[in-house]
């Protein structure tokens, strides 16, 4: 069976723009810039490569809340690969990172983890009338 499980090391490019569908589930989307460094005949090269990233669920309302552009951060996904038409009619293809973890990279740099409360669907919006702390345990910690 093929594997489509990607793990990218890079810098975001933009901040991530949290979206909300009809149902109320978050979405976040950023770029991230991948650089590599090599020699060619003694002399240093640099190459980078720039992706789309898109977090879904709690996921992306957490990195809309803890990340920002120029964040160094790990992410773990899969590719998926989708067709648009530009306003001109013509048609293009694009690969985007689909998110299954992300975090900041701590080569550089130090982070604190602070949990959030959970709420139903993994989202941190808990129904009316309910706190989060409230929402029923559904057997999987985070942690």
Known sequence: ???NTITLV???TRDP????TTTGRGVASFGIAVGRRYQVNGEWQEQTSYFNVTAWGQLGENAAASLT???RVVVTGRLEQREYTTREGD??????????ELGPSLRWATAQVERTPR?????????????????????????
């Open 17 to 20: 723009e949290l979206r909300f």
């Open 119 to 143: 709420g139903e669907g993994g989202s941190s919006r808990a129904p009316q009338g309910q706190s989060a702390e409230a929402a029923p345990f559904d057997g999987e910690e985070p942690f």
């Open 1 to 3: 069976m093929a594997d």
């Open 91 to 100: 048609k293009r293809t694009a690969i985007d990172v689909i998110a299954d």
């Open 10 to 12: 890079g810098n975001l």
């Open 69 to 71: 552009k120029g964040t």
